[in-house]
């Protein structure tokens, strides 16, 4: 079956600008996640979803930085007024509500701030 | 989450096993061993996790030590196509708010070769 897409794959966009980046999570996966990646930062957890609800957005670094899914499928990731410290490659992973917890990881999103 | 430790990089000659530590001195009782990897250019992958018994699925075998302050991921027949980067992560399983997220470290650089 088709696995996490992601949407776009590489986005350049000029400092200041807004940027949505999009989210498919894997058919019938209630949980939803959002981490980036950076080089000086490494893998870091951003906030994830349960069906409609965010129990946890302890990772979003700032309040530039909003998400929301809509009918427990889709979720968009906005960035406002984007910084050159928000260059990073954004990734989205899905799971089912199971105590495995087993993430399937999307490819990315490739974010570049001018 | 207990935090863990793993040496930076490794190497493994081809179709040898490749044996990576792991510490994590600090877990709790119900803390589990995840195992997560990634290639370069792709989003992580799940590889397997434990609690206290040893398992092994199709990709690896975990080992955790009797105490469970430490663990070892084998792939017992190493191929090029197993260089990525190796992440232990140690977290509970199921239940509560910090459910979803997952904790990266720097993980342990893995180059197979011929």
């Known amino acids: 079956g088709a696995g996490v897409s992601q949407s776009p794959s590489n986005k350049v966009t000029e400092k200041g600008k807004d940027v949505e980046l999009r989210c498919d999570p894997i058919s019938g996966h209630t949980a939803l996640y959002w981490y980036r990646q950076s080089l000086g930062q490494g893998l870091e957890f951003l906030i994830y979803?349960?069906?409609?609800?965010?129990?946890?957005k302890s990772g979003l670094p700032s309040d530039r930085f909003s998400a929301e899914r809509t009918g427990g499928s889709v979720s968009t990731l906005t960035i406002q007024r984007t910084q050159q410290e928000d260059s990073a490659v954004y990734l989205c992973?899905?799971?089912?509500?199971?105590?495995?917890?087993?993430?399937?990881f999307g490819p990315g999103t490739r974010l570049t701030v001018l | 989450d207990a935090k863990t430790t793993q040496p930076p990089s490794m190497d493994c000659a081809e179709g040898r096993a490749a044996n990576l530590p792991c510490n994590h001195s600090?877990?709790?009782?119900?803390?589990?061993v995840y195992w997560y990897r990634q290639i370069h250019s792709q989003g992580p992958q799940y590889i397997i996790h434990g609690l206290k018994n040893n398992e092994t699925n199709e990709m690896a075998s975990l080992i955790i030590t009797e105490d469970r302050k430490s663990s070892t991921l084998i792939l017992p027949h190493a191929t090029l196509r197993d260089t990525a980067v190796y992440y232990c992560i140690v977290r509970v399983e199921g239940g509560g708010t910090s459910y979803g997220k997952l904790t990266f470290g720097q993980g342990t650089i893995l180059t197979v070769h011929p």
């Open positions: 979803f349960q069906g409609n609800s965010a129990p946890d």
């Open positions: 992973a899905s799971s089912r509500w199971t105590a495995k917890n087993e993430q399937f």
């Open positions: 600090t877990i709790s009782g119900n803390e589990y």
